[in-house]
């Protein structure tokens, strides 16, 4: 039998966000799904009315520390507590350093590492009050590894595991912390370059990406371990990525 959890998602309005949001929700979690694309949440929540357990949609800026603080306290008011906070928000403009498209990595620095910081300062306080939490964080093989284009988002990926890894380090063993790291996933992620060079490299990269839902089973098993067991990195990726 599932224990219900009260569970926040950044970035679900799409790709691995969403398909965390519904599987959980399936699973009779109550899920606060959190972006900044209402309509799209909206729709999310409507479409997994009759799941064991319950969607809610809230608006989330994640660049915005006042707009994090809100989102995971206002779900405490409700619920009374907060029991997991899967940092999935994230944007992957690629394009070599030499294109110098300065404001694109400023905004993968705001929403994949900005936006992690400001979830981790919302709901530490929280979980260390109540005594337990869980921290999802969605990172990328791009952590691990850079190839031409990725030198930013990788770095931001980088980052993103790195703070990960010290959180879980500092917490008390009452605060878990997994670090989920996807390889190539259906998404939007990529519709957001905007140099054609990268465009067109990504469109041959991303020819054997795995459904997000893939992603969402590997959530939905670092939450379900007993309280002593701590899964900290899951890699997910096809098969076929080497």
């Known amino acids: 039998m599932t224990t219900q959890k009260i569970i926040l998602v950044t970035g679900a309005s799409s790709g691995i966000g969403e398909a965390v949001v519904r599987r959980l929700a399936g699973e009779g979690h109550v899920v606060v799904a959190g972006a900044r694309r209402t309509d799209r949440l909206a729709a999310l929540a409507d479409s997994t009315e009759g799941a064991e357990g319950t969607v809610e949609a809230v608006r989330v800026d994640v660049t ?26 994230g944007v992957m403009p690629l394009s070599r350093l030499d294109a110098l498209l300065v404001d ?15 979830g981790i300062a919302a709901a530490l306080p929280v979980f260390t009050e109540q005594g337990g939490g869980h921290f999802v964080t969605t990172a990328s093989v791009g952590a ?99």
């Open 104 to 118: 694109e990595w400023d905004r993968m620095i705001e929403v994949n590492l900005r936006g992690l910081l400001h």
């Open 64 to 89: 915005d520390r006042d707009d994090v603080r809100a989102f995971v306290d206002s779900a405490r008011q409700r619920h009374g507590r907060v029991d997991v906070l899967v940092n999935n928000a």
């Open 144 to 242: 691990h590894q850079v190839v031409p284009t990725a030198a930013v988002y990788s770095g931001t990926k980088y980052a993103a595991w790195a703070i990960t890894e010290g959180l879980r380090l500092e917490s008390d063993p009452s605060i878990r912390v997994t670090t989920l790291t996807p390889g190539v996933v259906t998404s939007e992620l990529a519709d957001s370059i905007s140099d054609p060079g990268a465009a067109g490299a990504m469109r041959a990269y991303r020819a054997h990406a795995i459904d997000p839902d893939a992603v969402a089973r590997a959530v939905s098993f670092a939450l379900a371990q007993p309280e002593d067991v701590d899964v900290n990195e899951i890699v997910v990726r096809p098969a076929r990525q080497r």
